[in-house]
T-cell receptor, first 110, second 118 residues
């Protein structure tokens, strides 16, 4: 059992559609981060959220940290083929342990 | 600085052989992490160093695995007597940690070393 479960595991959508990826846990996290990873490369940090209820926007990407700091979501508006990749949430528990989520593989079809 | 580098990028070996990977972190970073990642899954933590001290090791790191960071700069990860189950991407990351582990610590990842054990 993974500490951070992501859903869906796979997502294939048409260019221009919107999507949401979820990251859930039964544990409280001091912070949550979202990464994007392209094939053959390491993960690249997109954002860090630290306050319950916090919302951050990065162009067409909106990140939200749950009020109880146990979950997070990533919403992409008008997806583009360049958004294709593996999206990973990750976070520090209140015990300073760092975990990655199970990953969501996104394919945006032109 | 060009970021975290890892060598080799790819390694194919036969079962039972030993392999060693190298990671060069961002120069001023004091913390260095090793992860293992299988296809389509999230990375799994293996171990991390603060300067030259190895502070934590995952239970995933069996006695066939050893990591060093002798001068607090580059690090090596050695796998002895490789098994087919060791096939994975091995990722290294570094961070600049101020004080004890910080929940805003930002890790910068290298491109990884893909290991294939035949």
């Amino acid at each position: 059992t993974q500490l951070l479960e992501q859903s869906p595991q796979f997502l294939s959508i048409q260019e221009g559609e919107n999507l949401t990826v979820y990251c859930n846990s039964s544990s409280v996290f001091s912070s949550l981060q979202w990464y994007r990873q392209e094939p053959g490369e390491g993960p690249v940090l997109l954002v860090t959220v630290v306050t319950g209820g916090e919302v951050k926007k990065l162009k067409r990407l909106t990140f939200q940290f749950g009020d109880a700091r146990k979950d997070s979501s990533l919403h992409i508006t008008a997806a583009q083929p360049g958004d294709t990749g593996l999206y990973l949430c990750a976070g520090y528990t209140t015990g300073n342990q760092f975990y990655f989520g199970t990953g969501t593989s996104l394919t945006v079809i032109p | 600085d060009t970021g975290v580098s890892q060598n080799p990028r790819h390694k194919i070996t036969k079962r039972g052989q030993n392999v060693t990977f190298r990671c060069d972190p961002i120069s001023e970073h004091n913390r260095l992490y090793w992860y293992r990642q299988t296809l389509g899954q999230g990375p799994e933590f293996l171990t991390y160093f603060q300067n030259e001290a190895q502070l934590e090791k995952s239970r995933l790191l069996s006695d066939r695995f050893s990591a060093e960071r002798p001068k607090g700069s580059f690090s090596t990860l050695e796998i002895q007597r490789t098994e087919q189950g060791d096939s994975a991407m091995y990722l290294c990351a570094s961070s600049l940690a101020r004080g004890f582990v910080s929940f805003t610590d930002t890790q910068y990842f290298g491109p990884g070393t893909r290991l294939t054990v035949l």
